[in-house]
């Protein structure tokens, strides 16, 4: 108990440090596999996609990102096993932190498949499991986590699935595709804005100390809904069919209008991923600040300081600002086929499904979700060539960031416990 | 940092642009032989010959491009399409190259010169042939849609209506294949017989221009197919 407030600013300051570290890490590299299918098809220039994911993975991160950070902070660990040695938590978080942080730097440096979210869960059980003992794992909510890490991209796989079916049906399928996509793409817009803003409204507002009854809820939910579907309609109703362009490929006009929903979503999902990968960032430091203002109690149940929240958000945009812009121009070299008729029912799908992850309280993978929802317009035959190995991939990453999170966390967590005492 | 992203890698390379190239390079091969044959009807030898050396340069590029695009189709590669059908389709294409060059190697390399109670009609033959290259090439153009509209809908029929007119053109060619070589049998006795074997073989590779256009349709014909 001594030690903490002892070394109290010290600790604050570190976590502020480790946080910062992980936040700008998200956003270096992260980010950018959350906007790829927004900057691939085009339809935002890779200017507009930063100015965009600075602003609405900061708001996610604000507004609804209180949830999972949470369950980062106090979910995974089961918080009773330590009363007696609190400083042990401050020490493991610290070290999960720089664990993920550093992993999350090797990694992409070497081109490895990484996942934000795995590395921390990964680092957090692997100090509590080796640091503390095995039960202060609360092991069935990992279990739920790593379910959910399965679920995830199969659930954004069926949405995915399920919006491309009806967007060919409605539109692409039709005599009049322009005219139909003129027609229905508002309503599209209009489930954007409503979804993201209804989960954000009846799951994640509480942690900034914003209350509203369910009524409300989904009152401004439709609001918002139908506030940008309006800007949406403005735009669209300027959009005229281009004989020239539709020459070459006849649905390039038709992609025009669905470029405007694209960039609709593209901003959907900067906020999902804002609202859940932020907190594997301030999770741990929202733990340790939890400590140390309560001088040592850990049950006590402080509500999260917005200046921990607001450290997630700056981290990540300054990551975005510094090398995210360089990622965000090979992924949308890279991505040649992708038009904005996919790239939105793909990312739609993994938006909604992280969204609905983040009010839950899951951690999830976005870069997964979004993998998973492509897949899922690839099965309606959405995508001209779809590269499978990537999966193998993905199975990698679990094989490897799992152990090598939890491994780097444990020698992190036996070097502070060793200064410190 | 190092610059790396494997959500990217995930969206592979369409082979639906290479195959229109590739689809254009074959006919601009093909549309040659209408030159060819004035030329030969002219009896313009220089001429002919250039554009016998075109025609084959024509045909090598077409070629290259398509042992490219194989190379490019990993197994691992999910598409809309099967893999097999979509390189049938390409080996189809290729043929029809390959057939323009066989028809003009024949009649360069053997000095051939028409019979003039024919060679109106083969100019015709010639013409048609071309016809049946072009629509197929507007055909293959149309791959990019039926990738956009997931190979369903109304684009479906637009594509088909286009693979009708390619039958039509090629039961034309057919027609007047039978008629010119029906001409050529009523005078076959009054030419050297080797000169008549050929030009017989050279009706039938020009037919089989059309007939490899054909194919490359009935194999598209797959891609609808649900």
Redesign the interface.
């Given at each position: 108990m001594n030690i903490i407030i002892e070394n109290a600013t010290l600790f604050l300051v570190l976590a502020g440090i480790f946080g910062l570290f992980m936040a700008w890490g998200i956003g270096a590299n992260d980010v950018a596999n959350a906007m790829a299918t927004s900057v691939g098809s085009k339809a935002l220039t890779i200017k507009q996609a930063i100015l965009i994911a600075a602003v609405f993975e900061f708001a996610g991160a604000i507004l609804a990102g209180g949830q999972v950070t949470k369950t980062i902070r106090k979910g995974i660990i089961d918080a009773k096993v330590l009363e007696s040695t609190p400083e042990l938590l401050v020490y493991g978080m610290l070290a999960a932190l720089l664990a993920a942080g550093c992993w999350l730097l090797i990694a992409s440096h070497k081109g490895w498949p990484v996942s934000t979210t795995h590395s921390i869960v990964g680092a957090i059980v692997g100090f509590a499991m080796v640091g503390i003992g095995i039960e202060a794992v609360s092991w069935g909510k990992v279990g739920f986590i790593v379910a959910s890490w399965v679920v995830s991209p199969v659930l954004a796989g069926v949405i995915a699935y399920a919006l491309f079916r009806s967007v060919q049906k409605l539109i692409l399928d039709t005599e009049n595709p322009f005219d139909n996509a003129k027609k229905y793409v508002p309503f599209y817009i209009f489930m954007v804005g409503f979804i993201i803003s209804l989960v954000t409204l009846v799951k994640g507002l509480k942690h900034v100390g914003l209350h509203t009854s369910t009524l409300e809820n989904y009152f401004y939910a439709t609001l918002i809904g139908l506030l940008i579907t309006a800007l949406g309609v403005m735009v669209i109703r300027k959009i005229k069919m281009n004989e020239t362009l539709n020459k070459d490929f006849h649905y390039a006009s038709v992609e025009k209008v669905f470029a405007v929903l694209m960039v609709v979503t593209a901003c959907a999902m900067a906020f999902a991923h804002g609202s859940n990968d932020v907190a594997n960032a301030i999770g741990p430091v929202a733990a340790i600040v939890g400590i140390v203002q309560s001088g040592g109690e850990i049950a006590q149940k402080s509500a999260l300081s917005v200046w921990v929240l607001l450290i997630g958000g700056a981290g990540i945009v300054a990551g975005l600002m510094m090398y995210g812009h360089k990622v965000m121009a090979t992924v949308g070299h890279n991505i040649t086929e992708l038009t904005p008729s996919r790239g939105f029912a793909a990312t739609l799908a993994a938006a909604t499904t992280v969204v609905l992850a983040s009010g839950t309280g899951l951690p999830i993978s976005t870069t997964h979700t979004l993998v998973g929802a492509v897949l899922g317009v690839g099965l309606a035959r959405g995508m001209a060539a779809l590269n499978l190995t990537v999966i193998r991939n993905i199975f990698m990453s679990w094989i490897i960031t799992l152990p090598a999170g939890a491994i780097l966390a444990i020698i992190f967590f036996y070097v502070l416990k060793g200064i410190f005492s | 940092?190092?610059?790396?992203?494997?959500?990217?890698?995930?969206?592979?390379?369409?082979?639906?642009k290479p195959m229109q190239v590739h689809m254009e390079k074959v006919h601009e091969c093909v549309s040659l032989l209408v030159p060819f044959c004035e030329a030969l009807i002219a009896e313009n030898w220089k001429t002919v010959e250039k554009l016998q050396k075109q025609i084959s340069g024509l045909e090598n590029e077409a070629d290259v491009m398509k042992k490219e695009l194989r190379m490019n189709l990993p197994k691992?590669?999910?598409?809309?399409v099967s893999r097999q059908d979509l390189l049938e389709v390409l080996t189809a294409q290729d043929r029809i190259a390959n057939k323009a060059k066989d028809v003009a190697g024949i009649i360069l390399g053997r000095k051939m010169i028409l019979p003039k109670t024919i060679a109106a009609d083969y100019s015709k033959f010639i013409q048609r042939v071309v016809d049946a290259s072009e629509q197929a090439k507007i055909t293959i153009n149309e791959l990019?849609?039926l990738?956009?509209?997931?190979?369903?809908?109304?684009?479906v029929k637009l594509v088909q209506t286009m693979l009708k007119k390619l039958d039509k053109i090629e039961s034309n060619t057919d027609t007047l294949e039978r008629k010119i070589r029906g001409k050529l049998f009523q005078i076959e006795n009054d030419m050297p017989p080797l000169e008549a074997m050929f030009l017989y073989k050279v009706i039938e590779a020009t037919g089989d221009v059309a007939d490899q256009a054909q194919r490359v349709g009935s194999r598209l014909q797959l891609f609808l197919a649900r």
């Open positions: - | 940092m190092a610059v790396s992203n494997y959500m990217s890698g995930i969206f592979g390379t369409s082979p639906v691992g590669l999910f598409m809309q990019d849609e990738v956009e509209t997931g190979f369903r809908g109304s684009e």
